[in-house]
């Protein structure tokens, strides 16, 4: 008698000649501007993320995650490497900062600059 165990759902995929989407490339911005991002940014009750300058880089550190540098696509647009998430910055008639949306896992989840 053959046992046969699965997990999971069964799922089924679509072969396709298509390439791979390209390697985010990161874009040549000035330094200067990670000052106006720095800051904690509320993206819901209990959940944050900090965002830091750090020399010429822009790191990011959500509650309870360790921190990674975030990397620029163009002036306000922010990608990670190490998973697939996106960040955009909403900037103020003073240059600064006043929210951020995480683009993650095809959701879209604003937070308000908080300090």
Do not use: C, N, W
């Amino acid at each position: 008698m053959d046992l046969v165990v699965r997990f999971g759902p069964d799922s089924s995929a679509v072969k396709t000649d298509e390439p791979f989407p390209a390697e985010r490339q990161a874009a040549q911005v000035d330094p200067a501007l990670f000052d106006a991002y720095a800051g904690v940014y509320e993206l819901g009750p209990g959940f944050q993320i900090t965002v830091t300058r750090e020399g010429d880089h822009l790191m990011g550190q959500p509650t309870g995650q360790p921190k990674l540098e975030i990397f620029p696509e163009s002036e306000t647009r922010f990608f990670l490497k190490v998973v697939d998430a996106q960040i955009e910055f909403q900037r103020g008639a003073d240059g600064k900062a006043t929210e951020l949306t995480l683009f993650q896992g095809g959701r879209e989840i604003p937070g308000k600059k908080v300090k």
